[in-house]
Nanobody, 122 residues
């Protein structure tokens, strides 16, 4: 019901736009978050867009200012624009959706995409 796409191989400083396409339910009522799991590390939440007012959240300064989350409810898609990519951004990126306030606590997210791999070369 969630399909993440847009990953790939990019050079340091480059950009990618990830998409999270929703099917089977109306996106309007769901918050959507992006998580990532780097090689050998735990999965972590990095960005979220809320239901009510489309407020956006970023985990910390490691992505804030370089990543931008947005949603198009008509297209039932949430995007993660990633600019100025760094090798440390290399990870599998997952999107998750649920009727929750934005948070990065994984058990609270019911719907998950399959992940898309982003590789940033130096």
């Amino acid at each position: 019901q969630l399909q993440a796409s847009g990953g790939g191989l990019v050079q340091q400083g480059g950009s990618l736009r990830l998409s999270c396409a929703v099917s089977g339910f109306t996106l309007d009522y769901y918050a959507v978050a992006w998580f990532r799991q780097a090689p050998g590390k735990k999965r972590e939440g990095i960005s979220c867009i809320s239901i009510s007012d489309n407020s956006t959240y970023y985990r910390d300064d490691s992505v804030k200012g370089r990543f931008a989350i947005s949603r198009d409810d008509d297209k039932k898609t949430v995007y993660l624009q990633m600019d100025s990519l760094k090798p440390e951004d290399t990870a599998v990126y997952y999107c998750a959706a649920d009727i929750v306030a934005c948070n990065y606590y994984e058990p609270l997210w019911k719907y998950w995409g399959q992940g898309t791999l982003v590789t940033v070369s130096s």
